[in-house]
């Protein structure tokens, strides 16, 4: 395809896939879409503290198989390998952020800042699991910031009593 050929018209199969992987759209906002995207994982958050023990466990397990597919298409849609618009992995990685930590306001902004200084900085391995291909490198790195980010909050929560 040359420069003066238009990409052609995404399916809407294909732009449900966008609308999914962009956080309904909030990752297209131009000002930090992974900061949009990670609030948007807040009430995802809650919603799965509601789950049984054994499915709050279990949800960052499915999420990162259902957002390896979705980054990965939304990646091949906007033609970078990993687009600041994607934002699903932001928003599957409160899964892990809070895995041991209940939702209440203090933990959700704890949470919220301390994910956004790892997913930003991207401390090993974070940085060397982003250079992993397609989807699973879009996720990998989220999912680790999300940890490091967990088990502080964890600790946070231990001494500090947030919740």
Known sequence: MDAETPAPQPTLP?????????GF???LIPFAPGTWGSLLGLPLAWEIEQLPFWARI??????????????????????LKDPGPVVFDEIAASSVVFLGAPVNLKTAIAGFVLFRIFDITKPWPARQLERL???????ADD???GAYA????WLLNRWLALS
């Not at 294909?14 to 962009?22: G, I, K, N, P, S």
């Not at 279990?58 to 091949?76: D, Q, S």
């Not at 967990?150 to 909050?153: E, F, K, N, P, Q």
């Open 25 to 27: 759209g909030l990752g």
């Open 14 to 22: 294909q732009r449900l896939l966008l609308l999914v992987a962009t």
């Open 58 to 79: 279990a949800m960052p397990l499915v999420l990162f198989a259902i957002g390896v597919p979705v980054c990965a298409a939304g990646a091949r849609l906007l033609r």
């Open 143 to 145: 999912y680790a910031a």
């Open 133 to 139: 291909p397609g989807g699973v490198g879009i996720m």
């Open 150 to 153: 967990g088990v502080l909050l």
